[in-house]
């Protein structure tokens, strides 16, 4: 399960179906090593590279990646008169970021004398994935965020019968050979092939990125009486541990996916 999310142990609203209780405050902090090396780069500029970072995991929200201060270039940053106040953290300070002609304000944030129940963020900095225009994990492209390492996907092949219904009543795919996926904290999605889709699929201009299954195009699906656009989605070049998918389609919720019990 996810930690701070979807039920897990961190996360703010805990399922009713457990026989333990979290001890501790209603906001919690979790600092864990992230063995890997990650850098930080713009304008393909490395402004952080670090194999000492860790995650910190606070209640309900997703992680974040705090790196030794020396493994970010200090030549590059300069200060700001930004602060910021956490409960739980203590007083956070800000410096700029400065590559070349580009500045991004507030780039890199620190707690230099954090709560002492925090204490160990000291000499650790952070820096937004939004601030840097590529980050690498070891030598893998990063797909919106560092992924968190209690969270995953499964797939499964499965012979039972998934049908998909659109809006208008139209059975718009019907199959006995779909993927199920199943990823932490969501419902689980089947994957049809394309050749079970009796509907007509545009592609769209819309992609969205996962760091658990890669880059995804929409498409809009067409029945004789309805269209919806960005109806479905498919992963044509998947990351490795969700190969399984690539090429298949997904239908958003819009549709409704019936499946035959055994």
């Known amino acids: ?60 929200l997703g992680p974040q990646l705090y790196v030794p201060e020396a493994d ?25 970021l400065t590559v070349g002609d580009r500045t991004i304000p507030d780039a890199v944030w620190a707690y230099p004398d954090p709560k002492p129940d925090a204490s160990w963020l000291a000499g650790l900095v952070a820096l937004p994935m939004s601030a840097a225009d590529r980050w690498l994990d070891e030598d893998a492209e990063v797909l919106g965020h560092l992924p968190d390492p209690y969270h995953r996907v499964d797939l499964r092949p499965t012979s039972r019968r998934v049908t998909v219904t659109a809006p208008d009543g139209h059975v718009v795919a019907s199959t006995t050979s779909s993927v199920l996926l199943d990823e932490t904290g969501l419902g689980v999605r089947f994957y049809l092939s394309p050749d079970d889709v009796h509907a007509e699929l545009e592609r769209t201009d819309t992609t969205t990125v996962c760091p658990y299954k890669g880059t995804s195009t929409y498409w809009t699906v067409r029945t004789p009486t309805t269209t919806v656009v960005d109806g479905a989605w498919s992963y044509q070049a998947p990351i490795d541990e969700s190969r399984g998918i690539a090429g298949r389609v997904c239908f958003s919720d819009e549709f409704t996916v019936t499946v035959d019990e055994p």
């Open 1 to 60: 399960m996810s930690l701070t999310r979807s039920g897990g142990p961190l996360s703010r609203n805990l399922p009713d179906t457990r026989t333990f209780t979290v001890e501790g405050p209603a906001h919690s902090l979790l600092l864990q090593p992230f063995h890997r090396r990650v850098r930080a780069l713009v304008d393909d500029v490395v402004v952080l590279d670090s194999v000492g970072g860790s995650l910190l995991f606070e209640t309900g």
């Open 72 to 96: 970010v270039r200090a030549d590059l940053l300069s200060p700001s008169d930004t602060s910021t106040h956490c409960p739980f953290k203590g007083d956070a300070t800000y410096r700029h």
